[in-house]
């Protein structure tokens, strides 16, 4: 549903879907990863169900968004011990009853100049509390982020990009995640009317985006870093052979599935 008040744009809008879980998530099958942690699926996980509420306000190029995700068999890591040895864990996948999320964006989309700029507030806060060494823990911390992303586009068709982002530490589901930051940047340049593009990007300039979680699971908590190479320089080339859309609108059938593999 949508409808103007004066001059905000406003619409809302329900959904419901239901996400299956990936093939990844059902094989039972373990895998090894050190003499201390092993990892595998659960083939009993069932689908689950979404329901998202949202409401949405523009004014000028301002918009806000509020969205409201329930979420009922949610697929949460859980970590056990290994056929009864306390030194080894097993990670693997459970379905949790129920589990709500709260997402908050405010944002800008102006045109100065040659200038676009995008900057984008949001907070994520989620309503779950789980049982820890038998007592109850609430992991309610939010989220906030800002994301900054801006776009020039210069005389002789160059294009240059560059995109900012920071996350501070919160909760996700049942675990604790720290902070994180990233730098992107991109330049383009564009020939035989904007057909043919030669485009440069740098991925992760400061290299600074690992994955640090605590989870909490039964009497067991699990710290994981990871520190990914996301650090990347590509070169791509594009040239578009036909822009005449095709009258046919479709997507193709079993992309779910697909996506799930």
């Known amino acids: 549903m949508s409808a103007p008040i004066n001059k905000v744009n406003l619409s809302f809008s329900f959904t419901n879907k239901t996400r299956r879980p990936t093939y990844r998530q059902l094989d039972g099958g373990i895998e090894y990863i050190n003499r201390f942690s092993y990892q595998c699926g659960n083939p009993k996980l069932q689908p689950t169900k979404m329901y998202m509420f949202q409401l949405m306000g523009m004014w000028k190029y301002f918009f806000t968004q509020v969205s409201v995700n329930h979420e009922t068999d949610a697929i949460f890591w859980k970590t056990s011990a290994y056929k009864d040895d306390s030194a080894v864990k097993v990670m693997s996948f459970e379905n949790v009853p129920h589990y709500t999320q709260l997402q908050v964006a405010i944002g ?20 779950y509390t789980t049982t820890y060494r ?72 400061l290299n600074n985006y690992p994955d640090r979680t605590t989870m909490y699971s039964g009497d067991i908590m699990t710290y994981t870093y990871n520190q990914f190479e996301s650090r990347s320089i590509r070169f791509a080339v594009r040239y578009k052979f036909n822009t005449t859309r095709s009258k046919y609108r479709g997507t193709g059938a079993g992309e779910n599935e697909k996506s799930r593999m």
């Open 108 to 127: 800008a989309q102006p045109t100065i100049g040659c200038w676009k700029p995008q900057p984008v507030i949001g907070m994520m806060k989620q309503f």
């Open 134 to 205: 038998g007592e109850k823990l609430s992991l309610g911390k939010p989220f906030f982020s800002f994301t900054f992303e801006n776009l020039f586009s210069l005389p002789k068709n160059w294009t240059l990009g560059a995109d900012f982002q920071f996350t501070t530490a919160g909760n996700g589901q049942n675990t604790f995640m720290k902070p994180t930051n990233k730098i992107d940047l991109l330049v383009r340049k564009s020939f035989l009317n904007n057909n043919l593009s030669l485009t440069l990007y740098a991925t992760d300039l």
